[in-house]
T-cell receptor, first 112, second 113 residues
Framework: DTAVSQTPKYLVTQMGNDKSIKCEQN?????MYWYKQDSKKFLKIMFS???????INETVPNRFSPKSPDKAHLNLHINSLELGDSAVYFC???????????FGPGTRLTVT | GDSVTQMEGPVTLSEEAFLTINCTYT??????LFWYVQYPGEGLQLLLK?????DKGSNKGFEATYRKETTSFHLEKGSVQVSDSAVYFC????????????FGTGTRLKVLA
């Protein structure tokens, strides 16, 4: 009974391709997030949804597009992949603002 | 804007040594403060939290106290184990704007047997 799950765990693809990463949480949380972690472990927020509404949209290329079909799912679609997109992408969810976040296991994206 | 500053690593300790990882923050009002741990190949796990001044968060032998006067939230453990080897992140959740979580750069801890 995984709390926050992501698929796939590994994704290797070529430059210029389009790919999607899926995230699901079964915790009943209202808020979900996407983060990018680079090779130096720096964690950068990309997007956040609250009850399917986009509330945080950081400065990321518009090749990245989040989609939240319902409160339990938040997917990330990436168009025209570039070498610099290689990173680990984490999905997270959160109940009340003061309760912290619950992270998925991550998706390691490698663009060749 | 809000920010979090962590001590740079790596931190290398012998088993049973005392651990301190420093974390200071800049934020308006009273943010919520967190420590997360990331083991190799895994996602971040919430380790402990504190939501108001003088609160002490604790879990698995780790502790951190919310110090408003010094804007700090240092992580401590009295006796580390090899299994504590991981990357530790300090984070805050602001009280204004979009209520983003802001993470520090992470501190790698290596514990030697």
């Amino acid at each position: 009974d995984t709390a926050v799950s992501q698929t796939p765990k590994y994704l290797v693809t070529q430059m210029g391709n389009d790919k999607s990463i899926k995230c699901e949480q079964n915790l009943g949380h209202d808020t979900m997030y996407w983060y990018k972690q680079d090779s130096k472990k720096f964690l950068k927020i990309m997007f956040s949804y609250n009850n399917k509404e986009l509330i945080i949209n950081e400065t990321v290329p518009n090749r990245f597009s989040p989609k939240s079909p319902d409160k339990a799912h938040l997917n990330l679609h990436i168009n025209s992949l570039e070498l610099g997109d290689s990173a680990v992408y984490f999905c997270a969810s959160s109940p009340l603002p003061s309760e912290g976040q619950y992270f998925g296991p991550g998706t390691r994206l490698t663009v060749t | 804007g809000d920010s979090v500053t962590q001590m740079e690593g790596p931190v290398t300790l012998s088993e049973e040594a005392f651990l301190t990882i420093n974390c200071t923050y800049t934020a308006t009002g009273y943010p919520s403060l967190f420590w997360y741990v990331q083991y190799p190949g895994e996602g971040l796990q919430l380790l402990l939290k504190a939501t108001k001044a003088d609160d002490k968060g604790s879990n698995k032998g780790f502790e951190a106290t919310y110090r408003k006067e010094t804007t700090s939230f240092h992580l401590e453990k009295g006796s580390v184990q090899v299994s504590d080897s991981a990357v530790y992140f300090c984070a805050l959740r602001g009280t204004s704007g979009t209520y983003k979580y802001i993470f520090g750069t992470g501190t790698r801890l290596k514990v030697l047997a």
